[in-house]
């Protein structure tokens, strides 16, 4: 049958409409990693409209109660083949731009490690703007395996407290008093990986006397380059390591 203009068909877009708390923060993030203005309105109300590759985002007047630092102003769901790209894509902008990726506060990235299935990018009003991989498995593999012990488990809870709760402050504490407890049986790559995890935690939440104690400690560690790498994977910006990196042995 032919279709006509009374009929419905399947091929509607939806746009998400996000609350806009910071018109001109908004502006200027969105820009700084690479998304086109396409609409721009001030007054008599917020209305902005940004585009970046196949998709876009809308912004609209946000509650006048609406506190950006809760982090509870909305998002969406950006649906991708590979999401190791738009990581990659956006962490090099901010490096670029702001000299380093965003890891604490608004706006921010979530760390990215090499397999997972989804990252997140909170925008300076508190949205929440999720990238997903579309084959991403039913059973999203998050950790708690029973099979690990030592400092290996203590590296696997932290993970699940930074990936999945958003919880520096929690996987912070469970890696300093990992190291502590377990550190000395521990091999010297999992030793390395915990300090480097305390070396960028410490970093995002803002504990900067302590972020020399553990660069100290992880440059005085003998890696290999295979094991660097390992570390490396561990952390969302390997960069904040590089002034602790011993020579390869």
Same mark, same amino acid.
């Given at each position: 049958?032919?279709?006509?203009? #009374?009929?419905?068909?399947?091929?509607?877009?939806?746009?998400?409409?996000?609350?806009?708390?910071?018109?001109?923060?908004?502006?200027?993030?969105?820009?700084?990693?690479?998304?086109?203005?396409?609409?721009?309105?001030?007054?008599?109300?917020?209305?902005?409209?940004?585009?970046?590759?196949?998709?876009?985002?809308?912004?609209?007047?946000?509650?006048?109660? @609406? #506190?950006? $630092?809760?982090?509870?102003?909305?998002?969406?769901?950006?649906?991708?083949?590979?999401?190791?790209?738009?990581?990659?894509?956006?962490?090099?902008?901010?490096?670029?731009?702001?000299?380093?990726? @965003?890891?604490?506060?608004?706006?921010?990235?979530?760390?990215?490690?090499?397999? $997972?299935?989804?990252?997140?990018?909170?925008?300076?009003?508190?949205?929440?703007?999720?990238?997903?991989?579309?084959?991403?498995?039913?059973?999203?593999?998050?950790?708690?395996?029973?099979?690990? #012990?030592?400092?290996?488990?203590? @590296?696997?809870?932290?993970?699940?407290?930074?990936?999945?709760?958003?919880?520096?402050?929690?996987?912070?504490?469970?890696?300093?008093?990992?190291?502590?407890?377990?550190?000395?049986?521990?091999?010297?790559?999992?030793?390395?990986?915990? @300090?480097?995890?305390?070396?960028?935690?410490?970093?995002?939440?803002?504990?900067?006397?302590?972020?020399?104690?553990?660069?100290?400690?992880?440059? $005085?560690?003998?890696?290999?380059?295979?094991?660097?790498?390992?570390?490396?994977?561990?952390?969302?910006?390997?960069?904040?390591?590089?002034?602790?990196?011993?020579?390869?042995?």
């Amino acid at each position: 049958m032919t279709p006509n203009e #009374d009929q419905v068909r399947p091929n509607e877009t939806t746009v998400p409409l996000l609350h806009c708390a910071a018109p001109e923060e908004t502006v200027a993030f969105w820009r700084a990693l690479g998304f086109e203005v396409v609409y721009e309105q001030l007054k008599p109300y917020v209305y902005l409209a940004f585009t970046w590759s196949g998709f876009q985002l809308h912004y609209g007047p946000a509650p006048k109660n @609406l #506190d950006p $630092a809760k982090e509870h102003s909305g998002g969406c769901l950006v649906m991708v083949d590979t999401v190791a790209a738009y990581h990659a894509a956006f962490t090099e902008a901010m490096r670029r731009n702001y000299g380093k990726v @965003l890891v604490k506060g608004l706006p921010r990235v979530t760390r990215y490690r090499a397999g $997972a299935s989804r990252f997140s990018i909170v925008d300076p009003s508190g949205n929440t703007i999720v990238f997903i991989q579309r084959d991403e498995p039913e059973d999203v593999e998050y950790g708690g395996s029973k099979d690990l #012990d030592g400092l290996a488990r203590v @590296l696997d809870n932290a993970r699940i407290l930074r990936e999945f709760k958003m919880d520096d402050r929690a996987a912070y504490r469970a890696l300093d008093s990992g190291m502590r407890r377990r550190a000395e049986d521990s091999p010297v790559v999992e030793q390395a990986m915990a @300090l480097a995890g305390l070396v960028e935690l410490a970093t995002a939440l803002e504990k900067a006397e302590r972020v020399p104690e553990w660069g100290a400690r992880l440059q $005085a560690l003998s890696l290999t380059m295979e094991q660097r790498e390992q570390v490396e994977r561990y952390v969302a910006d390997p960069t904040i390591l590089e002034p602790w990196w011993p020579d390869p042995r």
